[in-house]
């Protein structure tokens, strides 16, 4: 799932890029209006997000014009402008949604969530039986005893190559490589802090996701 | 802004409505008198009075003549004579008491046939109120030259007698009415001339027999009366009075007077309240500004805050840069509040008591580094050049706000120049810091503007750089409060702002 990030603020962009490529997501960042609209054309994103107040291009023109060649990738305003005409003009645009700065990360995560969900729907059928838990990989869910469990691209993406190898350990080299990519280099620490939060989401995680000593992790079904 | 023009237009309304009334007002209709003249009516009724009295004297003259003439035996022509005198229709002779020789004129057909004249006791009259009834033994006792009247019951016919000689009477038949239009008529005809004269001198006059008019027109104001033998004549005079239209300026003026007041007054208050709106709208904006200036600080705080987080244990060095960044941005919150609290608060109030012993170098370099991070991200080359002046005493606060707001521009509006050059100097007793850049620059146009408040070069959302409009403005007052100045010097494709403080002697 590849996201498009506008921003001109370079904090916020590199930060922002940051959190989403450790949610999983493939990010592409942009520092302006005309950079976004050349992006686009090269990579396709899945979902763009756009802050408006941008030199040159601003964001609400970057909207207009990406709405002209495609009406379906779902794009989000990320702004500090929050007055009720500033969100008016962004969803009249034709924007799905509209975060105001400060935002709280995890509101940002879960407005992508929902975005997707609804933009792609028919990925949202797709559905994996783990033991006593119910995954849902395209609209990054999942539900155990009837309670459901938020979860994130990588932790998704996890699961699913557990899944794949039907109960066998899969070593830390293949987590890292199928799971962050080749051109990310994580360490193990990383591999293991992801573990303990997904163990952590699901009931009983320590024993459904097992250690095994000098290898890797694998699937208790 | 819709309710300030309706007041606007309705003050100009009341205006114009003052201008039309005191058009109406100003047109006023004035009647002038040209009042009678006295001694003009008394002439008048005098004349009036002469000419009746002498056409009648005149007519008895006459009848008196045909009676002498009627009196000898052989008379005759006497019918053609009394024809001659208008309201004669007939002549009676007695003589020693008895009837004799009659002349009656029958007139034209059509007209009044004439009265019976009969004599009391010798002959009953065919309609007793029409008939002159001569009193029986009336004519033998008078003697010669007297003459009397004798009216019917209804006024139309009179007779009046005379004695020509003694023992001889005529009688002459009189139609009253036909006597008094003659008189009238032939008065009129001689009066008309003097109550033209008259009507020329400003008086409209009227003159009136028995109350029938004999000249002149109209009501009467004045009147002089006067009572003839046989009837009543008057004289009545009018003030002449003529209307005319006056326009009077002094109401005209007073009018226009007022309107312009009303004008002046509404537009008065339509500029006052134009300001206020759009001061209130500056406010708003502001504030607008202001909030989404905290915006960014505070969401790359809580980006770095949750990434910091969530490497704290895994990558912990990662996690420590986080933390660094999240120490810059509240460093950029905080010059954020501070200007935006000078600004409320008057710049430079007791700025003096701020005065401390520093390097201005230490303090701009200091400054310097909190962006260098932020200007490496914009790809913006540093070129710093210390003064090297050594310890002054200073408001470093000032200072340092100053040069903060002068970066924090380059920063935000000219990263395309890619390149920020600060350098210090000492020269004169004042301290001379540049701050130049080669960004988009600012146009000349909008060069004497940028040190108010809430100006901002460019202004329009559309242009996409935020910013609270307030630095460059807290910046001039602190640097003149401190006895120096801040200026926008004139380069080729270059920006520069140059402070200069007076450096303190110690």
């Known amino acids: ?221 | 802004m819709g309710k300030i023009y309706f007041g606007l237009v309705l003050t100009l309304l009341v205006s114009i409505v003052v201008l039309l009334a005191g058009g109406v007002l100003a047109k006023r209709s004035v009647t002038r008198v040209t009042s009678v003249d006295r001694e003009l009516l008394k002439d008048l009724s005098a004349k009036v009075a002469s000419v009746v009295s002498e056409r009648k004297s005149e007519r008895v003259k006459a009848l008196e003549e045909i009676a002498y003439e009627a009196a000898k035996p052989m008379a005759d022509e006497i019918e053609a004579k009394i024809s001659a005198l208008p309201g004669v229709r007939g002549a009676f002779l007695f003589q020693e008491g008895r009837p004799g020789r009659e002349w009656v004129l029958l007139g034209r057909v059509g007209s009044r046939s004439p009265a019976e004249v009969v004599v009391q006791g010798v002959k009953a009259p065919l309609i007793a109120e029409r008939a002159i009834v001569v009193p029986e033994g009336l004519f033998k006792e008078v003697t010669f030259g007297e003459s009397g009247r004798i009216d019917n019951e209804e006024r139309s016919f009179y007779g009046w007698w005379f004695s020509p000689l003694q023992g001889v009477v005529v009688l002459y038949l009189l139609e009253s009415g036909l006597e008094e239009a003659a008189l009238m008529s032939e008065v009129g005809l001689q009066i008309r001339d003097d109550f033209e004269r008259a009507a020329i001198a400003g008086a409209t006059v009227e003159a009136f027999y028995n109350g029938k008019r004999l000249a002149g027109e109209g009501l009467p104001e004045r009147m002089a009366t006067a009572e003839t033998g046989d009837g009543r004549y008057a004289v009545r005079a009018w003030d002449r009075r003529t209307e005319e239209q006056e326009f009077d300026w002094t109401t005209m003026f007073g009018a226009i007077g007022l309107a312009v007041v009303i004008a002046g007054v509404g537009l008065g208050l339509f500029y006052s309240q134009q300001r206020m709106w759009r001061a209130s709208e500056q406010r708003v904006s502001f504030v607008n500004r202001v909030s989404h200036e905290l915006g960014t600080p505070l969401t790359n705080m809580t980006l770095n805050l949750e990434l910091a987080s969530r490497s704290l244990r895994s990558q912990p060095e990662m996690a420590g840069r986080r933390l660094e960044k999240v120490s810059e941005e509240i460093s950029r919150l905080g010059r954020l509040v501070t200007n935006v609290l000078t600004h409320s608060r008057k710049p430079g109030d007791g700025i003096q008591d701020r005065l401390v012993v520093c390097d201005p170098d230490a303090v701009i370099l200091g400054v310097l580094d909190q962006f260098r991070s932020a200007l490496e991200r914009r790809a913006i080359e540093i070129e710093w050049t210390p003064g090297e002046t050594g310890e002054q005493r200073i408001n470093s606060d000032a200072l340092s706000q100053i040069v903060w707001n002068l970066i924090s521009n380059v920063e935000k509006y000219a990263s395309s120049g890619e390149w920020l050059s600060v350098s210090v100097s000492q020269g004169d007793g004042s301290l001379r810091v540049r701050v130049c850049d080669r960004g988009e620059g600012i146009p000349s146009e909008r060069r004497a503007k940028v040190f108010k408040p809430f100006e901002r070069v460019s202004d329009s959302t559309k242009e996409g750089v935020s910013g609270t409009g307030l630095g460059l403005s807290i910046s001039r007052e602190l640097a003149e409060s401190m006895g120096g100045s801040l200026s926008l010097l004139d380069a080729p494709e270059m920006t520069i702002f140059e402070l200069i403080i007076p450096l303190q002697t110690t």
């Not at chain 1, 989000?76 to 990360?105: C, H, M, Q």
């Not at chain 1, 890292?176 to 990383?190: I, K």
């Open chain 1, 1 to 221: 799932m590849k996201i498009l990030v506008t921003e001109d603020e370079p904090m916020t962009l590199e930060a922002l890029g940051e959190l989403l490529r450790m949610e999983g997501f493939d990010v592409v960042e942009a520092s302006g209006g005309e950079m976004a609209l050349k992006l686009w054309e090269e990579v396709h994103p899945d979902l763009v997000c756009l802050d408006i107040m941008m030199p040159g291009m601003d964001g609400y023109e970057v909207c207009r014009r990406l709405r002209e060649k495609d009406s379906r990738t779902p794009i989000l305003f990320l702004s500090a402008k929050n007055e009720e005409k500033d969100i008016v003009a962004g969803l009249e645009l034709g924007a799905d949604d509209f975060i105001r700065k400060p935002f709280s990360t995890g509101e940002v995560m879960a407005r992508i969530k929902s975005v997707i969900r609804r933009a792609y729907p028919e990925k949202g059928s797709r559905k994996i039986q783990m033991a006593d838990v119910v995954v849902w990989p395209d609209e990054l869910r999942a539900e155990q005893n009837g309670l459901g469990i938020e979860l994130t691209l990588r932790e998704v993406k996890m699961l699913l190559l557990l899944e794949e190898k039907k109960g066998l350990p899969v070593s830390r080299d293949e987590f890292l490589d199928r799971c962050w990519g080749m051109d990310y280099f994580p360490d193990s620490r990383t591999l293991d802090q992801h573990v303990h939060m997904l163990r952590k989401k699901i009931e009983g995680g320590s024993e459904l996701i097992e250690t095994v000593r000098g290898v890797g992790y694998r699937f208790r079904g």
